[in-house]
């Protein structure tokens, strides 16, 4: 158990609808990640919040949109749902912006979560 | 956006036998990472390297921080059926804080 957790575990919605992902970083971690994996593929990455800030985008798509709350849980919006949006949706918590060099050793390892598997039919 | 490679994509060995695995990148990294990750599951941490030429060992696992800092090595020692997954580096360029994955190595082993 990673101690990073989200939530729901599966998803299964239609076309042009939106939905909602949450993650829940591990107690103490500022930096949450959000990742992409469809079938067979390897992970992309989405984009990073730290402490309620976006710090990062990777491919994100405009329908896409993410938020990291004072909590630090953070949520993963997207919409207009595709055929192609069919994918596991991952959360990474790290305890820094990541950054090697202002963080130190060790800080800048993500840990992920279970992860959500989307199906849009 | 920086590019991984890694190679094998796919390798089926025997139990027993030792496994090794790398992955490239076209730009310097300051961070590597390497995962393994079960079907359906997140990926699992198994070793960090933070530093050119740094060797690191976890039980049967070593992994090597090449001194270019563009590349990275996992070896897996007498494998055992359990280590069947998918294994995937992860770096970090100096420019900031994301991590790009490369596209997975899949393992399999016959008992």
């Known amino acids: 158990d990673s101690g990073v957790t989200q939530t729901p575990k599966h998803l299964i919605t239609a076309t042009g609808q939106r939905v909602t992902l949450r993650c829940s970083p591990r107690s103490g971690d500022l930096s949450v990640y959000w990742y992409q994996q469809s079938l067979d593929q390897g992970l992309q990455f989405l984009i990073q919040y730290y402490n309620g800030e976006e710090r990062a985008k990777g491919n994100i798509l405009e329908r896409f949109s993410a938020q990291q709350f004072p909590d630090l849980h953070s949520e993963l919006n997207l919409s207009s749902l595709e055929l192609g949006d069919s994918a596991l949706y991952f959360c990474a918590s790290s305890v820094s912006l990541g950054d090697f060099e202002t963080s130190g050793r060790s800080l800048s390892e993500q840990f992920f979560g279970p992860g959500t598997r989307l199906t849009v039919l | 956006g920086q590019q991984l490679n890694q190679s094998p994509q796919s390798m089926f060995i025997q139990e027993g036998e030792d496994v090794s695995m790398n992955c490239t990148s076209s730009s310097i990294f300051n961070t590597w990472l390497w995962y393994k990750q079960d079907p359906g599951e997140g990926p699992v941490l198994l070793i960090a390297?933070?530093?050119?030429?740094e060797l690191t060992s976890n039980g049967r696992l070593t992994a090597q921080f090449g001194i270019t800092r563009k590349d990275s090595f996992l070896n897996i020692s007498a494998s055992i059926p359990s280590d069947v997954g998918i294994y995937f580096c992860?770096?970090?360029?100096?420019?900031?804080?994301?991590?790009?994955f490369g596209t997975g190595t899949s393992l399999t082993v016959i008992p």
């Open positions: 390297l933070y530093k050119a030429g």
């Open positions: 992860a770096g970090q360029d100096n420019t900031g804080n994301q991590f790009y």
